[in-house]
Nanobody, 124 residues
Framework: EVQLVESGGGLVQAGGSLRLSCAAS????????IGWFRQAPGKEREGVSC????????SYSESVKGRFTISSDNAKNTVYLQMTTLKPEDTAVYYC?????????????????WGQGTQVTVSS
């Protein structure tokens, strides 16, 4: 069974940091790109960052570039999203997802498997 489990969300003040984790199981992790998406109340889900498991290439949305860093731990089948200098507008439910085409495209339609999400709330 394919599973993606996010953790690490919480409440943080503006300017603070959080690290999200996405633990994957049930598929050949190395063949997929893993992406992070977020959805704020009343807004559409948007792509935040993704990483190619084949060569480690990364991609970021403009809104998080320079503040967020995506990385992976091969041995643990886990992808991380280090978030720094957090802003209230970063408040959202954050989801990780897996793309078997390893496309590095931050669009929902590229991703076949999704986690349940973890809430990130940034207070001003």
């Amino acid at each position: 069974e394919v599973q993606l489990v996010e953790s690490g969300g919480g409440l943080v003040q503006a300017g603070g940091s959080l690290r999200l984790s996405c633990a994957a199981s049930g598929f050949t992790f190395d063949d997929y790109a893993i992406g992070w998406f977020r959805q704020a109340p009343g807004k559409e889900r948007e792509g935040v960052s993704c990483i190619s498991r084949s060569d480690g290439s990364t991609s970021y949305s403009e809104s998080v570039k320079g503040r967020f860093t995506i990385s992976s731990d091969n041995a643990k089948n886990t992808v991380y999203l280090q978030m720094t200098t957090l802003k209230p507008e970063d408040t959202a439910v954050y989801y990780c997802a897996a793309d078997r085409h390893d496309s590095l495209i931050l669009k929902e339609y590229e991703y076949e498997y999704w986690g349940q999400g973890t809430q990130v709330t940034v207070s001003s």
